[in-house]
C-alpha cells in the first residue's frame, strides 16, 4: 500500500501568519491517465471531512484563496497564507492513484 | 444542494451484522461512484470501499474484504453498506462519500458503530 506521511503532526500558528503541510508517498502519484490524484481535506472540530484542493492545486468550489496545494511526484505541500480562527482543525492529504486509497495521519492546527 | 444522509449506526456485539445506508439528494446519484469511509474515535481516515455508477464494479480495503457488501439503489438514490463479522476494529463513524478516490467531493455527517460486548 502508499504510505502518505504528513509533517508537522501538530501546527501552531499565530492568526495572520503563512501556514505550510507536507504530504510525502512512499510511490509516485502520477496515475497512467496523466493525472496526480492527491487530495486535500479538512475536518473542523465533530464535523465530517471537508474537500479543499483536488489533484494537487486546484480549489474547491467556495475554498478561500488563501489555500493553496502544489508540489508533484510524491512530495507535496498545502499552504495556507493567512491563517484565520476558522482554519482549525486537522488537515489529510489522500492519494487515490493507486488501491487501496490511502490518507496521511492528519495534521492538527491550532491557533498559538 | 447535495446532501448525503447516513443511518443505520449502532451498538452490536462482536460478530454481529449491522447495514448502514445513506440516502442522497440535490445529485444525479446515477451518475457518481460511491464510497464509504470510515474514522474510528479519535483517528485518522480510511477509505473502506466503493461502487461504480452501475453497481458493477465494487473495490474493498482488506481489512473489510469478505465482510462487508457495498451496494446501491439508483431508483432509490441510495447506498448501503452491509456489514457482517463484525469486530471491534470496525469502531467507527462511517461517512457516505460522492464519488470514487477521483472525485470524493461531498461527505455525509457519519454514522457512528460501535462494537462491543
Known amino acids: 500500500d502508499v504510505v502518505m506521511t504528513q509533517s508537522p503532526l501538530s501546527l501552531p500558528v499565530t492568526l495572520g501568519q503563512p501556514a505550510s503541510i507536507s504530504c510525502r508517498s512512499s510511490q509516485s502519484l502520477v496515475h497512467s491517465d496523466g493525472n496526480t490524484h492527491l487530495h486535500w481535506f479538512h475536518q473542523r472540530p465533530g464535523q465530517s471531512p471537508r474537500r479543499l484542493i483536488y489533484?494537487?492545486?486546484n480549489r474547491d468550489s467556495g475554498v478561500p484563496d488563501r489555500f493553496s496545494g502544489s508540489g508533484s511526484g510524491t512530495d507535496f505541500t498545502l499552504k495556507i497564507s493567512r491563517v484565520e480562527a476558522e482554519d482549525v482543525g486537522v488537515y489529510y492529504c489522500?492519494?487515490?492513484?493507486?488501491?487501496?486509497?490511502?490518507f496521511g495521519q492528519g495534521t492538527k492546527l491550532e491557533i498559538k | 444542494e447535495v446532501q448525503l444522509v447516513e443511518s443505520g449506526g449502532g451498538l452490536v456485539q462482536p460478530g454481529g451484522s449491522l447495514r448502514l445506508s445513506c440516502a442522497a439528494s440535490?445529485?444525479?446519484?446515477?451518475?457518481?461512484?460511491m464510497t464509504w469511509v470510515r474514522q474510528a474515535p479519535g483517528k485518522g481516515l480510511e477509505w473502506v470501499a466503493h461502487i461504480k455508477k452501475d453497481g458493477s464494479e465494487k473495490y474493498y480495503v482488506d481489512s473489510v474484504k469478505g465482510r462487508f457488501t457495498i451496494s446501491r439503489d439508483n431508483a432509490k438514490n441510495s447506498l448501503y453498506l452491509q456489514m457482517n463479522s463484525l469486530r471491534a476494529e470496525d469502531t467507527a463513524v462511517y461517512y457516505c462519500?460522492?464519488?470514487?478516490?477521483?472525485?470524493?467531493?461531498?461527505w455525509g455527517q457519519g454514522t457512528l458503530v460501535t462494537v462491543s460486548s
Open positions: 489522500m492519494q487515490a492513484t493507486h488501491w487501496p486509497y490511502t
Open positions: 462519500v460522492r464519488g470514487g478516490g477521483f472525485t470524493s467531493d461531498y
Open positions: 440535490g445529485f444525479t446519484f446515477s451518475n457518481y461512484w
Open positions: 489533484k494537487v492545486s
